[in-house]
């Protein structure tokens, strides 16, 4: 089994590249949800629905999130009736007409008492999505982000209304003491043959997951058998605010960066061949490298990626 820790755009390209090149049936996930918020009175799961659209060939290929040929007559309806009584900004997170049935679905059914990895599993049948797709927890997980000046945002406040264009203080993840791992989520690291964490946000995609009890100890017990793709090319994210979070936090907006973060919970670091001359300090840092093409234009170079990062586990000598 291959499990891969996994949280936005980044880990979606990821996961459909490890889907053409292995069996699905031998590949799980582990999924941020501490970007869901609850919004017009349903449950949002930003993270789990674009990995789930991304493995059913249905995601919006130019936006990256949501569903390809979609509408928005229901969230126009919305703005309108919010513009027309003195509330311009209701409507502000888009919801498309086709992605509302996944939010009524979910929605419907977490009130009725069932649990979250039980509904990811349902929505995951529903797309024909082969890859085992597991929410982290199954309890309330939430970003808080801090920003510089006072005061507190929703993560999706903070990445969707103010477009990540805020300086950040400091970062909390609310619930993080209590929550559980959801069933199956810590043996299955305890038996991956590979772990991968995705090229993901190390601290609002990655670091929630890591947050939840139990979560971190067990990806540090499989050190030897997991494998991080750098989610920072040239010195800057490819989507969204990684690297500016990264210094603004004080931590180094490079591979190697990433390579000081991960070096506890991973024996090698996937980095892309812009970055080739930070082989060095990547391994200095403590972790071997493997140099790539990691940006993920084509699947065709998603899957050579996915193949290349198992690779550098399944023949490591260790």
């Not at 750098?230 to 994210?237: D, T």
Request: charged letters at 20%; proline letters at 6%.
């Amino acid at each position: 089994m291959i499990v891969t820790l996994a949280g936005g755009v980044g880990a979606a390209r990821m996961l459909s590249g490890l889907a053409a090149a292995f069996d699905p049936a031998h590949l799980a996930a582990i999924v941020n949800v501490a970007d869901d918020d609850r919004l017009h009175g349903l449950a949002i799961s930003p993270d789990l629905d674009t990995v789930t659209y991304t493995l059913a060939g249905a995601i919006d290929p130019d936006r990256g999130w949501g569903l390809r040929s979609e509408t928005w007559q229901a969230i126009e309806s919305l703005r309108a009736y919010g513009t027309a009584n003195g509330d311009p900004e209701l409507g502000w997170f888009s919801l498309g007409d086709q992605d509302l049935g996944t939010h009524l679905y979910r929605t419907t059914r977490l009130a009725a008492g069932v649990p979250l990895s039980t509904v990811t599993g349902e929505i995951a049948r529903r797309w024909g999505v082969g890859v085992r797709l597991i929410p982290v927890t199954d309890d309330r997980l939430a970003t808080v982000i801090e920003p510089v000046g006072g005061g507190e945002l929703t993560f999706q406040e903070y990445f969707v209304r103010s477009h990540h264009d805020i300086d950040v203080a400091a970062i909390r993840f609310v619930g993080a003491d209590t929550a559980r791992p959801a069933p199956g989520t810590v043996e299955l690291l305890a038996t991956a043959e590979v772990v991968v964490i995705a090229p993901s946000n190390p601290i609002v995609s990655i670091g929630p997951i890591l947050a939840v009890p139990g979560m971190r100890a067990a990806v540090e017990a499989a050190r030897d058998r997991t494998v991080a793709v750098s989610p920072i090319v040239g010195g800057r994210a490819l989507k969204g605010p990684a690297d500016r979070l990264l210094a603004s936090l004080g931590h180094e907006p490079s591979a190697v960066g990433v390579a000081r973060l991960y070096r506890d919970l991973a024996a090698v670091l996937v980095i892309d061949e812009v970055d080739a001359a930070l082989a060095p300090a990547v391994e200095a840092a403590g972790m071997q490298c493997v140099v790539t093409s990691t940006v993920m234009s084509t699947p065709e170079i998603a899957a050579a990626l996915a193949r290349t990062t198992v690779r550098s586990i399944t023949e490591r000598e260790r």
